[in-house]
């Protein structure tokens, strides 16, 4: 089952209006599948780029990276997630992280950046 469609299907929820309201759907996935709530923030001037700041990852919570590995980029699979829930709905999306708990810093801060809509090719 795709992400996408479970979701829809659980939260009975229509079209997004515009890139905030994608935002706060991104948000109550996060809730629904992780049991993490982020706060949306940080949006650009263009209202086409918003941050998820964690206060804590779920997948990195037993983790500590060896100094080895300190380019390995743990939580990308977030980043993935996004972007492939966002591209079944005909939105593309560059996604990365800003900021990393297990790089050392206070939070953790996923940029979701919009690039266009995806136009149905027959």
Not at 33 to 55: K, Q, R
Not at 63 to 71: I, M, T
């Amino acid at each position: 089952v795709r992400i996408i469609e479970d979701f829809l299907a659980r939260t009975k929820e229509g079209k997004c209006t515009d890139f905030r309201d994608t935002a706060d759907k991104v948000q109550t996935a996060f809730k629904m599948y992780l049991n993490v709530s982020p706060t949306v923030t940080s949006w650009s001037s263009a209202s086409d780029e918003f941050s998820l700041i964690f206060e804590s990852n779920p997948l990195a919570e037993f983790v500590e990276l060896p100094d080895n590995y300190n380019a390995l980029k743990y939580s990308n699979l977030l980043c993935g997630a996004i972007r492939g829930a966002l591209e079944m709905v005909h939105l593309e999306v560059a996604a990365w992280f800003a900021q990393d708990n297990l790089k050392g810093d206070n939070v953790t801060e996923l940029r979701v950046k919009f690039i266009r809509k995806i136009e149905d090719t027959v």
